[in-house]
């Protein structure tokens, strides 16, 4: 039995026409309209008015690895913006009022300088939950470690794919789980060193091993967030979501339902543990610090007397912090040919660089999930019966985007949810040459699944934030 492959969603429904999003085809539209429309009223098409249309025209069409001209110069008139201002500069502040045992400042856009989290204690002893008080979202962190994957047999590989989809299958019927980000890091840590044996040429012999080769190796963990809008929560929940009494009821509700999930989808479930202000503060140090793992206390919590970090500068394709630097690139074209279930094992699994794989998972309502997919097959069959007219044959790519849907279809009627996701993979390294390695290994890794990676190009203080343990990727 072999493991079981599939295909992502339809290139096509990475843009709303032709690939471009809806303002980059409402203000090509409007282009178009202004040059045209002066024209019955004797208008030359050669006006200064057309040729600046024209101009706008090209900047809002013209796709650069998946964003327009325009899009490009926003970037960067934003970035110099924020490193003129500051406004990258991020910090966290533990402090303690009733429930509440912390406040995390994240990065905004332009305009923002501080986004602010509260940490807010559960009713479970040492867990605790973010919440994003303005925006009425609730986010607990889940840290856990995955059963072995490589060496099972093809019917556990397939058992584990099945599982994972019942489970997002089941975080649809939650209405309030706006999404669901999952991170799979590997990261380096210090190893704890031997007890002397009493012998002094062989403690010589493993002091002299730990100390050199063994003294650090390559931990591999899985972080889930579970992000609960309190807006859309209904009944009895829903007159609890305004305190933090009643968020944590909810929060515990809908995690104790996705961990009842997760057993089916290869997690460890006897190795989970909810985070609390400490531990998420910690998971935070040792992400920029691979050796702060002798600050941490016996349960992992780092102390609220020492910072997380003490420096942060923002470039155009990474950021330093504390002398980690770390460059996110976004997932921009999933596969486009079906793929094994695994496919990415190589990456998350590596034992030599650094870095964070990020996934954001957006269950979608099946009703409306079909009904995108019969408003694009309508499309293309439209296009079909236009190009049989003028004697065109059909695209191979409609025709194979048309199996698709009908298989997507299909998936649905037989019970089978619809998810948006997004991906992000953020390489962590303490030289340059460090990172470009890293770099080329992730890029590599994603061309062979016949995807494709590209950098955050002077957006990096959004991806280090997605790369952070507190369930922000994907806002």
């Known amino acids: 039995m072999a493991v079981v492959s599939q295909s992502f969603a339809p290139p096509s429904r990475a843009g709303w026409l032709a690939g471009r999003t809806r303002p980059q085809a409402l203000l090509a539209f409007a282009c178009v309209m202004t040059m045209v ?7 030359s098409f050669l006006s200064w008015r057309s040729l600046v249309c024209v101009a706008v025209f090209v900047f809002v069409v013209w796709l650069h690895h998946g964003r327009s001209l325009l899009g490009l110069l926003a970037l960067s008139l934003g970035f110099a913006l924020r490193r003129a201002t500051g406004m990258t500069r991020w910090s966290v502040s533990p402090f303690s009022v009733g429930r509440t045992v912390g406040l995390i400042d994240l990065p905004g856009g332009v305009g923002r300088r501080m986004r602010t989290l509260d940490v807010v204690n559960t009713r479970f002893s040492g867990a605790s939950f973010l919440w994003d008080v303005t925006n009425g979202e609730a986010v607990a962190v889940l840290r856990l470690h995955a059963q072995g994957w490589l060496f099972q047999s093809d019917d556990v590989k397939n058992a584990r794919v099945d599982g994972w989809a019942r489970a997002l299958q089941e975080c649809a019927g939650l209405r309030d789980v706006s999404r669901i980000v999952t991170q799979a890091r590997a990261l380096p840590h210090l190893n704890a060193r031997s007890q002397d044996s009493g012998v002094e040429f062989v403690d010589e012999d493993v002091r002299a091993v730990e100390d050199g080769p063994l003294s650090a190796s390559m931990g591999h963990d899985m972080l889930l967030a579970i992000v609960v809008d309190t807006s859309r929560t209904r009944g009895r929940d829903g ?8 968020v944590s009821e909810i929060l515990s509700a809908r995690v104790e339902s996705v961990t009842d999930l997760l057993v089916g989808a290869g997690a460890d479930t006897d190795d989970v543990w909810w985070l609390d202000a400490g531990q998420l503060r910690a998971q935070m140090k040792c992400l920029f610090n691979p050796d702060a793992g002798w600050m941490l206390d016996a349960a992992g919590r780092l102390s609220d ?8 500068d923002e470039f155009t394709r990474h950021v330093n912090v504390d002398g980690m630097l770390c460059s996110t690139f976004w997932v921009d074209r999933w596969p486009n040919e ?10 998350v699994g590596n034992g030599r660089h650094p870095l964070v794989f990020t996934q954001v998972w957006r269950p979608a309502d099946t009703d409306r999930a079909e009904h995108r997919l019969d408003n694009r097959l309508q499309q293309l069959e439209t296009i079909d019966l236009l190009n049989k007219k003028v004697g065109r044959p059909t695209s191979q790519r409609n025709a194979n985007e048309v199996r698709e849907i009908v298989l997507r279809k299909q998936e649905i009627a037989d019970g089978f949810g619809d998810v948006d996701f997004q991906g992000f993979v953020t390489v962590l390294a303490s030289d340059r040459a460090r990172l470009r390695e890293g770099e080329v290994f992730v890029q590599h890794q994603f061309r062979n699944a016949h995807a494709h990676l590209d950098s955050m190009f002077r957006q990096q203080w959004a991806g280090l934030v997605a790369a952070l343990p507190l369930g922000q990727a994907g806002r």
């Open 305 to 312: 007397e020492v910072p997380v970090s003490t420096h942060f």
């Open 338 to 347: 079906p793929v094994q279930a695994g496919w990415l094992a190589a990456v």
């Open 37 to 43: 429309a002066p024209l019955p009223f004797g208008s």
């Open 239 to 246: 007159r609890r979501a305004h305190t933090a009494e009643g």
